[in-house]
């Protein structure tokens, strides 16, 4: 059974940066496409970035273009999320995904993932 374990949240200041983590249990290496998706109180969880299986490939939700970069490891089976210039409205539990397809693109959708963590919560105070 496949397990993601999120990690690196905290409670941070608006203008700060911060990068979470995503551990996959298992040798899975590079076989699959990992996301990012968020979700806030009284909201529907929504993307966030997604990396294709090498890293070659990356996409990003608009609201987090330029302020953050998703990479990953395949050696340690990590992917991670850099954040910067964070904003209250950046507040959220933040979930890895794996895509459900192993060798597939990446995607932008919660139902192209099969395998999500649990979360892990990020607070921006202004």
């Known amino acids: 059974q496949v397990q993601l374990a999120e990690s690196g949240g905290g409670l941070v200041q608006a203008g700060d940066s911060l990068r979470i983590s995503c551990k996959t249990s298992g040798r899975t290496g590079g076989s699959y496409a990992m996301g990012w998706f968020r979700q806030a109180p009284g909201k529907e969880r929504e993307f966030v970035a997604a990396?294709?299986?090498?890293?070659?490939?990356?996409s990003y939700a608009d609201f987090m273009r330029g302020r953050s970069t998703i990479s990953r490891d395949n050696a340690e089976n990590t992917v991670y999320l850099q954040m910067n210039s964070l904003k209250p409205e950046d507040t959220a539990v933040y979930y890895c995904a794996r895509r459900a397809i192993v060798y597939s693109t990446i995607a932008r959708t919660a139902d192209e993932y099969a395998q999500w963590g649990q979360g892990t919560q990020v607070t921006v105070s202004s």
């Open positions: 990396i294709s299986r090498n890293g070659g490939s990356t």
